[in-house]
T-cell receptor
Framework: QKEVEQDPGPLSVPEGAIVSLNCTYS??????FMWYRQYSRKGPELLMY????GNKEDGRFTAQVDKSSKYISLFIRDSQPSDSATYLC??????????FGQGTRLTINP | GAVVSQHPSWVICKSGTSVKIECRSL??????MFWYRQFPKQSLMLMAT?????????EQGVEKDKFLINHASLTLSTLTVTSAHPEDSSFYIC??????????FGPGTRLLVL
């Protein structure tokens, strides 16, 4: 079993839809949770960073962490074609290396 | 967030040659930087942790004599792929720690070995 599980998709939704991306994990020591967006042939871009459980909102993006269920989510509201990319969840224990999910390929159709 | 640059953005070389990739931290003095490689449609794989002024720490299975890492200053880390072969063709990405519990990535370097 992988430490971090993420459905690779692909996920295709119409423009304007709410997108829900998820990851589950097995290591209860993870404290820091991140979502990265990666466009084709580019490096990952940090979208959201959350410490421990709770919600965090930034514009159209909301990140949720449920440590009791070992489950994290990223919601994208009013999705745009420019949101089409691969979304990677990542998490870590304090002072340890980052562990990535496989990435979900998302396409927003105009 | 932090700003990281990489050079070159892409490189094509002949089998057997060596290729150097530079990773620069533009707004932060990074004592620690990371090197990843990524194959098509796969996630990032950590290759090594680059520490300023000391030897890099390599992940299991990564050949340190093949992938030479130098971190001579707080703003520059280099990865040299020695005697490159077609199987080394990949997307190489560096990152630096921001607040030490997250990472900011460079734009990546695409290497094609013929």
């Amino acid at each position: 079993q992988k430490e971090v599980e993420q459905d690779p998709g692909p996920l295709s939704v119409p423009e304007g839809a709410i997108v829900s991306l998820n990851c589950t994990y097995s290591n209860s020591a993870f404290q820091y949770f991140m979502w990265y967006r990666q466009y084709s042939r580019k490096g990952p871009e940090l979208l959201m960073y959350t410490y421990s459980s709770g919600n965090k909102e930034d514009g159209r993006f909301t990140a949720q962490v449920d440590k009791s269920s070992k489950y994290i989510s990223l919601f994208i509201r009013d999705s745009q074609p420019s949101d089409s990319a691969t979304y990677l969840c990542a998490m870590k224990e304090p002072a340890q290396k980052l562990v990535f999910g496989q990435g979900t390929r998302l396409t927003i159709n105009p | 967030g932090a700003v990281v640059s990489q050079h070159p953005s892409w490189v094509i070389c002949k089998s057997g040659t060596s290729v150097k990739i530079e990773c620069r931290s533009l707004d932060f003095q990074a004592t620690t930087m990371f090197w990843y490689r990524q194959f098509p449609k796969q996630s990032l794989m950590l290759m090594a942790t680059s520490n300023e002024g000391s030897k890099a720490t390599y992940e299991q299975g990564v050949e340190k004599d093949k992938f030479l890492i130098n971190h001579a200053s707080l703003t520059l880390s280099t990865l040299t792929v020695t005697s490159a072969h077609p199987e080394d063709s990949s997307f190489y990405i560096c990152s630096e720690t921001g607040n030490q519990e997250t990472q900011y990535f460079g734009p990546g370097t695409r290497l094609l070995v013929l």
